[in-house]
């Protein structure tokens, strides 16, 4: 039954990595302590559901977005999450303005491809 938990604490990991924090910060913002953190990342803590939403909310993220396995998907997939993920972290910095701005910028390289 590891499977999931190392799952989710894989997830927890690339998401913590790609909004740039540390375990540290990490385990600041979750109340939680740093080594806790660190274990829970290896599924090596079997932690419980009131933990994983503290968690969750330091990392300002939808539950499902824990459970999606990348081991299952092929490279180039698992380079799309790893995109989606850091630009679910920029996309969350911005105002609406910056959005629409961003949206339009990413329509012109997406065309640029195309040609």
Same mark, same amino acid.
């Given at each position: 039954m590891t499977d999931l938990r190392n799952t989710? /604490? %894989? &997830? =927890? +990991?690339?998401i913590r990595k790609a909004k740039g924090l540390t375990q540290q910060q990490l385990a600041e913002l979750s109340n939680l302590d740093d080594a806790?953190? /660190?274990?829970v990342e290896r599924g090596e803590r079997n932690f419980s559901? %009131?933990?994983?939403?503290?968690? =969750?909310v330091?990392?300002?993220i !939808?539950?499902?977005?824990?459970? !999606?396995?990348?081991d299952d998907l092929s490279e180039v997939e698992a380079? !799309? +999450? +790893?995109?989606? %993920?850091?630009?679910a972290v920029t996309v969350?910095?911005?105002?609406?303005?910056? =959005?629409d701005t961003l949206k339009r910028?990413? &329509?012109?390289?997406? /065309?640029a491809f195309e040609d």
């Open positions: 989710v /604490g %894989d &997830r =927890i +990991r690339a806790y953190i /660190g274990a559901v %009131d933990t994983l939403e503290k968690i =969750i330091a990392l300002k !939808q539950p499902m977005e824990l459970f !999606q396995n990348l380079a !799309q +999450r +790893r995109a989606i %993920d850091e630009y969350s910095e911005l105002s609406v303005k910056q =959005i910028v990413i &329509r012109e390289v997406r /065309g």
